[in-house]
T-cell receptor, first 109, second 112 residues
Framework: RKEVEQDPGPFNVPEGATVAFNCTYSNSASQSFFWYRQDCRKEPKLLMSVYSSGNEDGRFTAQLNRASQYISLLIRDSKLSDSATYLCVVPQAGTALIFGKGTTLSVSS | DAGITQSPRHKVTETGTPVTLRCHQTENHRYMYWYRQDPGHGLRLIHYSYGVKDTDKGEVSDGYSVSRSKTEDFLLTLESATSSQTSVYFC???????????FGQGTRLTVV
């Protein structure tokens, strides 16, 4: 099992839709998790941090399921500007940040 | 935005030549990372540093070396550039091994 796995998509949704992405991880000892957003040809930028069961910021909700070893990102009321690639990151203690390959979201009008 | 600067931002070089990319931070963060990003592969770790003169290899370290002689600078060297090293290179910093990282704007390298 790869350390961090994401469904690459693409997810094509209309404006206003709710969409969710999952990210599975292999290290059961992981304590913190991050979602990043990356626009085309730009650097990744931190979207949300998850340290316990979940986190919510406006239209974005991240949830952690430790038993099944996955984190999810829910986007409500999708906007055109949400179109991007969403990267899941699982830090590994004593080593380095491991990125998933990303999930591509395309929101259309 | 975190103070991270990558240089150069774009470079075209010939096969077989050495190339050095620089990452400079003003945040005094302990950890620094070099990633490459290619279509279909996502972000792959090349090398990282957990302190001055302390570095370790990532998953795609062959053909690359790094140096960190001071906290603020992390250099990535392609000893003899090959076409397979054409990529976008990102530097990142974090203040702990389980904390969020902040990225530089990237260096687009083309090896011809």
């Amino acid at each position: 099992r790869k350390e961090v796995e994401q469904d690459p998509g693409p997810f094509n949704v209309p404006e206003g839709a709710t969409v969710a992405f999952n990210c599975t991880y292999s290290n059961s000892a992981s304590q913190s998790f991050f979602w990043y957003r990356q626009d085309c040809r730009k650097e990744p930028k931190l979207l949300m941090s998850v340290y316990s069961s979940g986190n919510e910021d406006g239209r974005f909700t991240a949830q952690l399921n430790r038993a099944s070893q996955y984190i999810s990102l829910l986007i409500r009321d999708s906007k055109l500007s949400d179109s991007a690639t969403y990267l899941c990151v699982v830090p590994q203690a004593g080593t380095a940040l491991i990125f998933g390959k990303g999930t591509t979201l395309s929101v259309s009008s | 935005d975190a103070g991270i600067t990558q240089s150069p931002r774009h470079k075209v070089t010939e096969t077989g030549t050495p190339v050095t990319l620089r990452c400079h931070q003003t945040e005094n963060h302990r950890y620094m990372y070099w990633y490459r990003q290619d279509p279909g592969h996502g972000l792959r770790l090349i090398h990282y540093s957990y302190g001055v003169k302390d570095t370790d290899k990532g998953e795609v370290s062959d053909g690359y070396s790094v140096s960190r002689s001071k906290t603020e600078d992390f250099l990535l060297t392609l000893e003899s550039a090959t076409s397979s090293q054409t990529s976008v290179y990102f530097c990142a910093i974090s203040d702990g091994d389980r904390t969020e990282a902040f990225f530089g704007q990237g260096t687009r390298l083309t090896v011809v």
